[in-house]
């Protein structure tokens, strides 16, 4: 399990993609359950939202997995899914812990003028970080130029986001 854990870090790094993986689903959902079990603990100790967390971890793993049955789908690209998918999770299980603190100092302590300025940089260079990673990762799926790769991972955070708030949004 080690070397599946390294190979993650090395996509964090740039330095490998989807294509390294195998292609084994029960990888896939070893990751989907370590994806949730850091998101889940990450976020019992610092939540990153109000109200149903839980829910909301699920219907973010079941969007993840249906954008990406969607994406490869159009793409005529579907045999990756398994490998591009675990690429994904397996990433984004390594960014989580950064990823959740941040969003709970920003919006659980915005009072707090010291932590604003260097936690909000945080939070933009883990965005950058983030869309980088995961363009490559669907520039590995679908072969198109890094540009279009990038604006569809923008594309997902932002329909992921929309939906969040259509289903979770608490009127005023």
């Known amino acids: 399990m080690s070397a599946i854990v390294r190979l993650f870090y090395e996509i964090a790094l740039l330095r490998k993609g989807p294509q390294d993986l195998p ?10 359950a370590a994806y949730f079990a850091v998101n889940a ?4 100790l ?17 969007f993840t997995l249906a954008w990406y049955v969607g994406l490869l789908t159009l793409f005529g690209r579907r045999e990756r899914f398994v490998q591009t998918v675990t690429a994904v999770f397996g990433f984004q299980m390594l960014v989580a812990p950064l990823w959740i603190t941040t969003a709970h100092l920003l919006l659980r302590e915005p009072q707090n003028n010291t932590l604003l300025l260097p936690v909000t940089l945080l939070g933009l260079v ?9 363009g490559r990762i669907v ?14 991972v923008l594309l997902q955070v932002f ?5 969040l708030l ?5 009127p005023r």
């Open 23 to 32: 292609a084994s689903v029960p990888l896939l959902v070893a990751t989907i």
């Open 41 to 44: 603990a990450m976020s019992a």
């Open 46 to 62: 610092l939540p990153p939202t109000a109200g149903p967390w839980v829910l909301q971890l699920l219907l973010d793993i079941a």
């Open 126 to 134: 883990l965005l950058g970080w983030v869309l980088a990673v995961n």
């Open 139 to 152: 520039q590995a799926a679908i072969e198109q130029p890094l540009p279009l790769s990038i604006g569809i």
């Open 159 to 163: 329909a992921a986001q929309l939906l």
């Open 166 to 170: 259509a289903l979770f949004a608490t």
